[in-house]
């Protein structure tokens, strides 16, 4: 069995929804030949037990820790907002050199602070390779400092390398934006020198690689392949709850953070609300994940049909979603979102509950429309989101529609044959070596 080395920053028991797609790729690359062993960061703040059982007891497992006079300067990455992270720290009890410090390393720590890890990581690489030789190593950001790693190994030692790119990074640059043109040409550059690197690039939809393309040339084709993200059958072998009749339960599982506060659900939420009395005594809104301190400002008002949960484990968010009457998605109208999935997007529809998403045109609002799984409204407007709360709430209560994604649609979802497709570009890339 060939061995690939996997270098990531979140990996189990660190949860989220960046853990996942990895997580899922060592559980199953075993089965297609390929033995996995991983170095990660040591980052624990959302542990989720619930993911290392997903984790083969052969695979070994290293964790590289951060400078201590990194973490005493609070600059140690915290949690992810839309791909991107922020420096860890309360800035406001802090004092005027210590917030100064943090706002500037903010921007000059390219292409992200995350590059202060790297030096470790690269020798725990380097001595991890001298114990147990790999045939590829495999490199999946955010952040994309990761990718460092694998081109350090690339050109030091000769292995072959796949970049994993599971969120755009520079061709769509909306996060990018504040901190600058400079910043953003910077960035780019590096960008196009890990894909020029690599034996291979993996982006995570077909239209983010078409931009790829589009951006960094066409020249760039034979190496740069898509594998999206999906859901795990085994996740979803359980019994089926039983939902509450008596309430009407609508579940977003993610994050609400950055771009994606903007969007005009809450006040959708309360024109709805007001006009339907039924709604009114029956509708509960249940979000379960990390939510900015300013959306949940906005949700205040509707006290008593919303519930903020937070971050919870794996398991445990696939359990709302099987007992919800209406699963809920959002994206921003960003130029990113019509190419984009929500990572839970796919676990939605293995929960086959009915969807309103509220997104742009683009890849979700196309498989929600053509499966006939749910309905699209516009997210940045309330009388739209009331007029299709409304719609759903009438045609669920009534069983007037059954909402559930066919069987062949869903089996290309399946992360077991994805991570055979990923053991396929593994192959490619050692090919000849």
Not at 102 to 113: G, M, N, Q, W, Y
Not at 313 to 324: G, P, T
Not at 387 to 410: H, P
Request: contains cysteine.
């Amino acid at each position: 069995m060939k061995q690939v080395l996997v270098v990531c920053f979140d990996f189990p028991p660190q949860g989220g929804t960046g853990a996942i797609r990895v997580t899922k790729f060592v559980k199953y690359l075993p089965q297609f030949g390929w033995h996995p062993v991983v170095v990660c960061s040591d980052t624990d703040w959302n542990p989720d037990e619930s993911l290392s059982s997903d984790i083969p007891a052969s695979v070994l497992v290293y964790r590289v820790g951060w400078p201590k006079w990194l973490r005493a300067m609070h600059l140690v990455p915290s949690s992810p907002s839309n791909g991107s992270r922020t420096m860890r720290g309360n800035l406001s009890s802090k004092s005027f050199l210590q917030r100064s410090v943090v706002r500037k390393a903010r921007k000059l720590l390219l292409p992200d602070s995350g590059i202060l890890w790297v030096g470790e990581a690269q020798r725990t690489c380097a001595r991890v390779l001298h114990d147990h030789p790999c045939d590829a190593v495999l490199t999946t950001s955010p952040p994309p400092s990761v990718h460092f790693v694998g081109h350090w190994l690339h050109r030091h030692l000769g292995l072959p390398w796949v970049a994993d790119f599971r969120d755009v990074w520079t061709v769509v640059p909306q996060v990018l934006n504040p901190l600058g043109r400079l910043s953003l040409s910077l960035q780019r550059r590096m960008e196009r020198r890990m894909l020029a690197g690599c034996n291979r690039a993996v982006m995570i939809t077909e239209p983010v690689k078409e931009r790829i393309l589009e951006v960094f040339g066409s020249h760039l084709a034979d190496k740069v392949v898509t594998i999206i993200n999906g859901f795990d059958p085994e996740d979803f072998a359980r019994p089926i709850p039983a939902i509450d009749r008596d309430l009407f339960t609508i579940t977003h599982v993610g994050t609400i953070l950055g771009p994606r506060t903007d969007n005009a659900f809450p006040e959708g939420l309360r024109l709805a609300l007001e006009q339907n009395e039924f709604f009114r005594k029956s509708a509960l809104v249940r979000f379960v994940g990390q939510v900015a301190p300013e959306y949940k400002a906005r949700l205040s008002e509707l006290e008593g049909h919303v519930e903020v949960q937070g971050f919870v484990r794996h398991d445990i968010a696939i359990d709302l979603m099987l007992r919800s009457s209406l699963l809920l998605v959002i994206l921003p109208c960003t130029g990113e979102s019509p190419m984009a999935y929500t990572n839970k997007f796919f676990e939605y529809l293995a929960a086959r509950r009915p969807v309103l998403a509220l997104v742009p045109p683009g890849l979700i609002s196309e498989i929600v429309l053509h499966e006939k799984i749910g309905w699209v409204a516009p997210p940045d407007d309330p009388a739209a989101i009331a007029e299709t709360l409304l719609t759903l709430f009438e045609e669920i209560r009534t069983g007037a529609q059954r909402y559930s994604v066919s069987d062949e649609r869903l089996s290309g979802f399946d992360r077991r044959q994805l991570t055979a497709e990923l053991a396929e570009v593994l192959l490619g890339a050692t090919a000849g070596k």
